[in-house]
């Protein structure tokens, strides 16, 4: 089983829908998650970052972290095709092997 | 503002070609990484360091080998090219291991 796991997609929804994005880890031990998005043609960007309660919310950004399902989300409100990109969820790993774990990211397309 | 720079966006290479990528960060980090990205299996990472001198070998790393004689600067070595090693490679610092890291823009690779 992989560590870290997400539809691929695409998805594609139309201007103004709420997105949902979302990933699935395999260790229980994760605490801290993060989410990247990528332009085409562009290396990843951290968006937002969460602990693993509770709800965090950045304008039209809100990450979700639900820990007895080791299920993650990120919910876009009222999406823009400026939002067209693949969203990566990445999961740092701390300890002696400390290092940050991605997912495959799931490619979005928000279309007029 | 923060950045990650590396040397090509595009390369063009010949199998069995001897293929450097070069990778400069200005944010002081000590860690610096190389990641590979193709379609539907995500970034995998294939070498990092940790301090100058420093190597560690990622999830991939057969194949390449890595050099970083200053901070600054963290280089990719594909020894020689093969086909297979046709992808989109991004270089990656960090503060720390497990946290933000900040990409470059990607270099796209061909090896015909």
């Known amino acids: 089983q992989k560590e870290v796991e997400q539809d691929p997609g695409p998805l594609s929804v139309p201007e103004g829908a709420i997105v949902s994005l979302n990933c699935t880890y395999s260790?229980?031990?994760?605490?801290?998650f993060m989410w990247y998005r990528q332009y085409s043609r562009k290396g990843p960007e951290l968006l937002m970052y969460?602990?693993?309660?509770g709800n965090k919310e950045d304008g039209r950004f809100t990450a979700q972290v639900d820990k007895s399902s080791k299920y993650i989300s990120l919910f876009i409100r009222d999406s823009q095709p400026s939002d067209s990109a693949t969203y990566l969820c990445?999961?740092?790993?701390?300890?002696?092997?400390?290092?940050?774990?991605f997912g495959t990211g799931t490619r979005l397309q928000v279309t007029l | 503002d923060v950045k990650v720079t590396q040397s090509s966006r595009y390369l063009v290479k010949r199998t069995g070609e001897k293929v450097f990528l070069e990778c400069v960060q200005d944010?002081?980090?000590?860690?610096m990484f190389w990641y590979r990205q193709d379609p539907g299996l995500g970034l995998r990472l294939i070498y990092f360091?940790?301090?100058?001198?420093?190597?560690e070998k990622g999830d991939i790393p057969e194949g390449y080998s890595v050099s970083r004689e200053k901070k600054e600067r963290f280089s990719l070595i594909l020894e020689s090219a093969s086909t297979n090693q046709t992808s989109m490679y991004l270089c990656?610092?960090?503060?720390?291991?497990?946290?933000?890291?900040?990409f470059g823009q990607g270099t796209r690779l061909t090896v015909v």
């Open positions: 990656a610092s960090s503060l720390q291991l497990n946290t933000e890291a900040f």
């Open positions: 260790n229980s031990a994760f605490q801290y």
């Open positions: 969460t602990y693993s309660s």
């Open positions: 990445a999961i740092p790993y701390t300890g002696t092997a400390s290092k940050l774990t």
């Open positions: 944010m002081d980090h000590e860690n």
């Open positions: 360091s940790y301090d100058v001198k420093m190597k």
